[in-house]
């Protein structure tokens, strides 16, 4: 018979057996796992850069809030800037902008829109159309045939170059090419011009529809302007303009009813002004013609503005500026 004393000392010995175990289990199964005990992570402080104090000369005070109390007297070095100054900067450089225009030397974009090129190259498109048909008519009509492609060629040229958003810039160079060509071989209006006239008229109208012109040789890298641009036509196209500005000019209800077709001629005179001094063009090196082709160009950018705010005034006088020049040129290198 067990007595109550031995009970009490096996019961003793068992609970420190319990304690033991449950403060060994913890470490036991955290080595047959692989486990390590993770290590705490210690916060970093971040050091903070102490405000900065200011010596004798400054106006703030060790525990002033404002760092200066005169910007321009304590903290900013050298002279103020000149408004005045700036302001005759900015004069000299639009007048720069202005005389670069009446020279030729801007870009294509601030010269002549891109939608003004585009609607052009739809006005010759569709003549091609009406006049490239059968070959009789070819052979009556070839001039103005010509006509039309010489100004496409002068067109897609002008595409290929321009420094801004506009149609067919990826098949300028092919349609530039094949268009110069079409222009040679419809000058006499013989058989073989009609044939490949009639295939630039459906390329053209498949391009103007949004669709692709491919030409089996590969365009120049860069455009021969005395090849691309022939003088003739651009001034039969010249004329053409300067006729239909006197009677959209002639007094201020016609103005009013022909906005955007002064505009449109505008811009083609100020292209084909530029074109004719480029080099390889013939004359081009020529001062007095030179002047005189300024003189048009600066005076059809005149056009496009007064026609834009519609300032009737000033775009009779553009208008009778342009006459002008022409009849100046012609006086003395027709």
Known sequence: ??????????????????????LVAPILCDNVAGQEKPTPQKVRR????????????????????????????????????????????????????????????????????????????????????????????????FGEVNQCFEMLSVLFAVIRQYDGDIRWSKHAPAAQMLFQKAAVSSRTGAATGFHFCKTRKEELQELVRGGSIVATDPAPETIDWSAAANRSPLMVRLESANENLKKYTANQNAFRGAGGDIDQEANMIAMMARVILLEGMPDAEEDDYVAFAQQMQSAAV??????????FSRASAATNQIGQSCADCHADWR
């Open 1 to 22: 018979m067990i007595s109550k004393t031995h009970f009490q000392s096996d019961a003793t010995v068992l609970f420190k057996i319990a304690v033991v175990l449950l």
């Open 46 to 141: 971040v050091k903070r850069v102490k405000r900065p104090t200011f010596g004798n000369g400054t106006g703030a005070q060790p525990n002033d809030p404002l760092f200066f109390r005169d910007v321009y007297a304590e903290a900013i070095i050298g002279p103020r800037p000149d408004a005045n100054a700036l302001a005759a900067d900015s004069k000299v450089t639009s007048d720069d902008q202005a005389t670069s225009v009446s020279a030729g030397r801007d870009s294509w974009k601030t010269l002549v829109d891109a939608a003004a090129i585009e609607d052009e190259v739809k006005a010759q498109q569709q003549a091609v159309s009406r006049l490239v048909t059968t070959p009789v008519v070819f052979q009556t009509k």
């Open 302 to 311: 005149e056009l496009k503005s007064a026609t834009q705010t519609g300032d």
